[in-house]
């Protein structure tokens, strides 16, 4: 039985915290678009019905899979086997940041997903990417760069190339965002590494998080923001 406390500390409070906002959910047909390695169709495949989508095959070496879901090794193209309104949940966390064509991964997810279900999206929040650099890297220069409408880059995946409510809308203009959370509010704030790890602080800095995650001048500024798009009716 694989645990988040095998993941980086940050990963894990990030995984922790946005299964919260999402809550408990069963008995439901997922699609987790985007799956990596599966860490979070695992979470939901417990108690539901999982599909995972994921191009990159080498992120399946060591993928989670103590429930069982189907994994299909593909990209938007793959969804192409199933009809209109399919869906309960559709999960696209950090996904879109780095697709070509966002419009087209959205019109593909909107079409499978139910008119009563949802689509969880997690992008990345160019403002709390402003404060890391202004604060945590003392990049000037990078968070002016922000500031002034430039991408930023990934270690892993490459060019962050942000996003925002407003675009999805002219893209899907059949969507609503029912709900922004915020993640990683402070996280990012706190130098020493020692209590990243530590659980207690954990649970402390997540109730903290969950707190200001609804707030708007919190969630504002946080890392990520979490979006609950659903289907205008």
């Not at 108690?47 to 899979?65: F, G, R, S, T």
């Not at 959205?106 to 402003?130: A, C, D, F, T």
Request: proline share 2%; aromatic share 12%.
């Amino acid at each position: 039985m694989r645990h988040l406390t095998e993941l980086p500390a940050w990963e894990r409070l990030f995984k922790k915290i946005v299964w919260k906002q999402l809550g408990d959910i069963s008995d439901k047909y997922i699609l987790d678009f985007g799956s990596g390695e599966g860490i979070t169709a695992d979470h939901f495949a417990k108690d539901n019905k999982v599909i995972a989508v994921e191009p990159w095959e080498e992120m399946l070496k060591d993928a989670w899979q103590d429930y069982e879901y189907r994994q299909i090794i593909g990209n938007l193209s793959a969804l192409s086997e199933f009809q209109d309104n399919t869906f309960d949940v559709i999960i696209c966390h950090n996904v879109l940041e780095y697709v070509d064509d966002k419009a087209e991964v959205m019109r593909e997810l909107s079409r499978v997903v139910k008119p009563e279900g949802y689509i969880s999206l997690v992008k990345h929040n160019r403002n709390g990417r402003v404060m890391q650099m202004a604060v945590l890297l003392d990049d000037f220069e990078k968070a002016s760069a922000l500031l002034d409408g430039e991408d930023s880059m990934a270690s892993r995946f490459g060019q962050i190339r942000y996003y925002e409510v407003e675009q999805i809308r002219k893209w899907c203009p059949e969507l609503t965002c029912e709900k922004t959370y915020g993640i990683r509010t402070f996280w990012d704030l706190q130098q020493n590494q020692e209590k990243h790890s530590d659980e207690s602080w954990q649970d402390e800095m997540m109730k903290l998080e969950m707190r200001v995650s609804e707030m708007d001048a919190f969630r504002n500024i946080a890392f990520f923001n979490h979006l609950i798009m659903r289907k205008a009716v």
